[in-house]
């Protein structure tokens, strides 16, 4: 099966990270995964959430969001609708869960970083970029802090990464563009550390179950998918 | 590591199984994994959600809540404080998923059945327990719509069970229960099939993210405990 | 007139009241009047509200709900719509209202009891069977605060139960399930303490309007069914 | 005990009905009950409830809002805060059903009539000066109506008229104003017919619990009062 | 072109400003324009908002509504639907900014004035009426301020009176009623201080748009009927 | 007063107008205002809200919402906070008026488009970069409904340009950014068409009331800014 443009099933769209598109963050990112364009601007505040004060300890947190016309057809917005989408507040709950995991609380002091992924178009895989860019965006707010001595130690203990699987027809493919993921029988996103380690692994079968095989064989795909994305954000950051 | 219940690493807490537990649903069933308890009800309705309607297919879908004093302190409730929360969002859409696998829709007819999941009491594994619980209800709803001679066809196709893994200590354990889901490094909860499939694998790494050794022991323990669940199901429903 | 399960015009339901059903809260219950099943909860908070601090005095509250099949047909959840119906905010605050009846402030000191009377199934008659439930958990965590010594003094000054009365045809009922309540043309909450005083009556023409007879003829039922539940409270309590 | 204001125990405070208040409204009158003042407006409306339609049938509905200065503290805008508290929520629904008890739904065919009743200054009472002066604006919509031949018959069965009585000290007085409603140990409403009969009665133990004399004494209040509401109600009307 | 009322183009409607109208709030009056009635209320609070607490600074806020049937048609409650619309906020904005233009802070002291204003009735021009009608309850609330020496300073530095103007056909008109405000292709509110100067401007062409010689001629008129008001409010104040 | 980035009090910022920015919209603009960057959106729908059906007229309406990160110190979301801010509303509805200004409802036909505004980077003027930017893609999405025939006639009668000006210290200046906008007495945003007509003025003394001259000379600056923009379109969509 070729695919619609013309991709090896293991190779990832063309990726782009830049840096700094955001005059006033600490630290932003426009990344691209293809026609997948998310927008990631870090804040530093130097307050952690209420349960956490006089712990000494840092905090991560994460919204995700889609523009109305980021999509084939309009959305409403969900400011308008006066509440979030359950898909809205899954994704921005896996981005923040796989950004704390590069994170050491205690270096980073009681201070938080919020990370806004805010897709300005999507084709598939929004969250995966999400997390992708985020993780530039929280290195360039560290870099800000330690210019500053804002933080007590060094906050960063790895990097994260994250692509989109999924088999189609019976091929696994490396991150699926939207058609693909409107095809696909199993799809999954998985986040890994820049050493090689798994921070979330998230299969489901949207058509039909899947075999260990299957799940073998997707597993092999977005291990090397995440190796390469780790090392674009380290091109990116260098 | 010894478990504080006692069981061995690869041993379910005990499982209970109470249909026809409400007079009022189609299908009710009140499912115990230790002391967890999620009370299912299955209610069919002779319509489906406005996007597809004249499509000749049915629909599943699933809401999960807890009581207020169903936890070690008490909670909020969601509709005092006027919208629901990210998790509570996140395990329904969970929920829905799973079922949505084991039904066919044309089968069903343009005929949706809702599976209400309320934890009752809280001790760890609440979603996987409400997953299997609701299976039980869901197939009850389904015996009840062909007496009535409700469904063009036969809608299950197979069964879903689920079970929670992960790793405490050095130790993958089964079936944790909240004091081990809270020291947890690695939580994984599996959906699979009455065949064997994989419906869902979500792992998540609370702490030190985890290996590819690790993700595969703990599949396995989630394969078997998905197995004995499966019995368990087909036993209640005999 | 016949009822339909056989009672006599002045004969209660079945009564049930199983202590301890939960096993986080400091007073559980599970209350039955028939086919009518309220999980109540008891949980106590060392704080009061706002409002209230530095006072030295406690303060009661209660929260009712339903769930979505608890009744006949599915309602949908409060908490998906976004707001309590004014049915829920006006039985929470009778609830509320009715166990403040019976405690002493003062001798409770600085803390709150919170009363979650969850209606598991629906038969009529959930609200009265809530406040009876309701007491009997507020009295087991009273003593669970006492066994602690957390009270300066004795909260209880006495009980509270409730009971439902109404006229349906000529003839007026007490403890009306839900068929008849659907039917009454008059209906009437009455709540009173143990040594025999009012603390609530609330009676409604649904259909048409009654004299002063009717009214006295469904206050002495009243009378005398919540006298037997206070009994059946003191048994549950033994 | 002396009243604040000097009336007798037994005595309603100056009562002024004022009709064609607003030049919109099908009915509106300004109702003042001593400091009290209620603007009640009713709507015609040609349609009924989605779940009342084809049923030949008409509706009443009504809706209780206070001015955010119409008390002695300015409160919160309900609107503002996003939600209807508790206590709206149950006064509205008082207002409702005893307005519906004055009339035939079949003689006022498929239409509906909204009674909005806006606290513009409160000194207690509100609820029963609202439904008082809200039965002489319905009472002015169906003249509006019959005047257009809009409805198939005659609509309004009797009056309704509504007062507040309470146990002060030791004295039961009659329609309370709001310092003799702080100070009430018993507290209640009772809404009657034109022609004597009981629509609703609502009593409270605010403190001490009451007995059945005092009950029955209040009672007697209440009837006398609403009857002189009665006389008022119709020489306004005349 | 002849007004529907008789007027002049240059004429405002007849203007009435009753002060005290309420019992409770600090300054209170009924102003009306024509048929068009708004209640001010302006209430008087020893602490200002979070954000300015510990600046020896004041605030003035105004919240701006209608009753459901203050219009020709009834409409939703904004409290019932959750949430206030876009006109609401608009409006209660524009009221707030122009008083605060009569105020000086630091002469207030850190005190609050919320001015509600409430439209009773609307025919047209409900904004400028509130302007108008507020500032003299501000001038009442300040003055019982003043009495009570509350206020380090003299807080009021000028008066505030607003005006509606448009082109309806090719004349230009003062004071739009309702139906002059739906036939105008240019609609303009302007808020002067009582020294003639311009608070606020806010011309809107609703149909074809307008040239400079019309917004001239617009605003010619409006300083003239701001100078008429601002005398009425001085003659209400004396 | 020299202006921080050295422009002539009578100066734009550098304009850049990038159509086509997103892939999905009908029509697309990146419009900035020196560092202000709006994202405009066209969503052409081929119908038109409940109350104008059948009418046989077209629609436009517009949302403006801002990134929480377009500013310096990070916002909430409204979608978090569950409802949208007053300052959102009223830039909405000034950015839909705007832009129905320049429409043939008739000739567009039961179709609606809809106007997406979203402030990635706010530096000042982020309405009038919105209606500035949002009619060009307004021109490209009616273009694409031309192309395919969509439109029963031509549309757009005019275009539509904004700018602010303000009275910083005594100087009058064109187009301010953040710093400047915060120390303006005196601020005013104009929208006007291709023809030189105004469609909106709304000035606001933020500090000191303004007079006649003031006004005068802000206008000025605003006709000459408004034709400059206009040109600017010209260029973009040539």
Redesign the interface.
């Known amino acids: 099966m070729a695919r619609e443009d013309g991709r090896r099933p293991d190779q990832l769209r063309p990726v782009t990270i830049t840096r700094d598109w955001?005059?006033?963050?600490e630290g932003?990112v426009l990344v691209e995964f293809g026609?997948t364009k998310v927008?990631c601007?870090a804040?530093v505040?130097d307050s952690v959430p209420r349960w956490r004060r006089g712990s000494g300890l840092g905090w991560i947190t994460a919204?995700y969001?889609m523009?109305?016309?980021?999509?084939?057809?309009?959305s409403d917005?969900?400011?308008?609708r006066?509440?979030?989408?359950?898909?809205?507040?899954?994704i921005?709950?896996l981005i923040g869960?796989s950004l704390r995991?590069c994170v050491d609380y205690k270096a980073l002091g009681e201070n938080s970083i919020?990370l806004?992924c805010?897709v300005?178009?999507a084709?598939g895989g929004t969250r995966t970029a999400a997390i992708t860019g985020a993780y530039v965006a929280l290195a360039d707010a560290v870099a800000w802090m330690r210019a500053r001595k804002l933080c007590p130690g060094e906050p960063l203990v790895?990097s994260v990464a994250a692509v989109s699987v999924g088999v189609v027809g019976q091929t696994s493919l490396l991150d699926l563009c939207y058609t693909e993921d409107v095809a696909a029988e199993t799809d999954?996103n998985v986040v890994?550390?820049g050493?090689?380690?798994?921070?979330?692994?998230?299969?489901?079968?949207e058509g039909?179950?899947?075999?260990?095989a299957a799940?073998d064989g997707l597993?092999d795909l977005a291990?090397a998918g995440c190796a390469e994305l780790t090392t674009l954000q380290r091109q990116a950051l260098a």
């Open positions: 955001l005059a006033h963050a932003s026609r927008l601007a804040s505040q919204e969001a523009l109305p016309r980021s999509t084939n057809t309009r917005r969900e400011s308008v006066g509440k979030i989408g359950g898909r809205t507040h899954e921005s709950r869960r995991a919020v806004d805010d300005l178009q084709d790895t999954m890994m550390t050493a090689g380690d798994f921070v979330e692994v998230q299969g489901t079968a039909v179950p899947f075999d260990r799940l597993l291990v």
